[in-house]
């Protein structure tokens, strides 16, 4: 009786754990991470311009720009092209700044959630006075990368094959790291064969997770990959629970598949910190 109250604590736990996250908006979001190489030498800011009006609710005040050169902020609203508005300014839903971090030589500049537009432009402006305005270009990916080089005012992307294999990485890592940890918790990590078994089932499942995800992407637009992937990974929380408690050796179904619950809630619910420092390693690295 004590053993089957654990095995039912433990997928309570796990129903639960996989609950919370879906609620608390989990799983990888849209990215876009670009590199400034040879960035301006004064001080400037960069924005992403996307398509049509802004955000209707404003996630952003100009409350929020009290402490910002206020001047180069006007130049910058001043340089947008009509028909086109600026994402952090105007208040977009997405997450970054109009600063970048250093990186050697270059500037990081990173964008994510749910405002990062499919089709996009950048917008500098610097204190000497320069203003740019990129040529728009489209995602093709849940997140991908550019890179500005700004002494030759040129932008280069990545095809849509390196997108979707830096956006395999930076999910795939993060969960082998976090799903094995939570292997040799739930007992399973003494048996060799069981973590042959973790390691083919995470490569079959989050592969199809992200054939998935790129060919929705390719199919619907980038802003749908999000729900693409949030319905892929409920499918394959259930997938890995059902082959883990087959494959798994050493306790019962019941536990396994408590397993295979837990430990993508966890995977997915990490994602969401997770993302930009990983995906900000995975560029550097590429």
Not at 50 to 69: L, Q
Not at 229 to 255: M, P
Request: net charge negative; hydrophobic share 50%.
């Amino acid at each position: 009786m004590a053993r089957r109250f654990r095995i039912f604590a433990l997928l309570l736990l796990a129903a639960a754990a996989l609950t919370v996250p879906a609620l608390a908006d989990s799983g990888p979001k849209p990215l876009l991470s670009i590199t400034v190489e040879h960035p301006p030498e004064a001080p400037y800011y960069l924005d992403l311009l996307a398509e049509g009006p802004p955000y209707d609710d404003g996630y952003r005040t100009e409350e929020d720009f009290a402490g910002y050169d206020q001047p180069l902020l006007q130049a910058m609203r001043d340089a947008v092209p009509e028909g086109w508005h600026l994402c952090i300014l105007d208040g977009d839903l997405i997450f970054g700044d109009l600063t970048g971090e250093p990186q050697g030589d270059a500037m990081i500049h990173t964008f994510s959630y749910y405002g990062v537009p499919d089709t996009y432009r950048i917008l500098i402006a610097a204190e000497n006075g320069a203003v740019w305005v990129s040529d728009a270009y489209t995602r093709h990916a849940l997140q991908t990368s550019a890179t500005l080089d700004w002494a030759a005012k040129a932008v280069s992307v990545p095809s849509p094959a390196v997108g979707f294999s830096l956006q395999f990485c930076s999910t795939f890592l993060p969960t082998l790291v976090i799903e094995g940890i939570l292997l040799a918790l739930f007992g399973y990590g003494k048996l060799r064969r069981n973590w042959i078994v973790f390691l083919a089932v995470n490569l079959v499942t989050q592969g199809a997770l992200a054939f998935y995800a790129a060919s929705n992407t390719l199919s619907y637009g980038a802003s749908t990959g999000v729900l693409a992937l949030v319905i892929g990974e409920c499918v394959i929380a259930l997938a890995e629970g059902c082959l883990y408690g087959y494959l798994l050796k050493g306790h019962s179904f019941g536990r396994a598949f408590a397993y295979g619950l837990t430990a993508n809630a966890c995977s997915a619910l990490a994602g969401v910190v997770l993302v930009e420092p990983v995906w900000r390693f995975v560029v550097s690295i590429s």
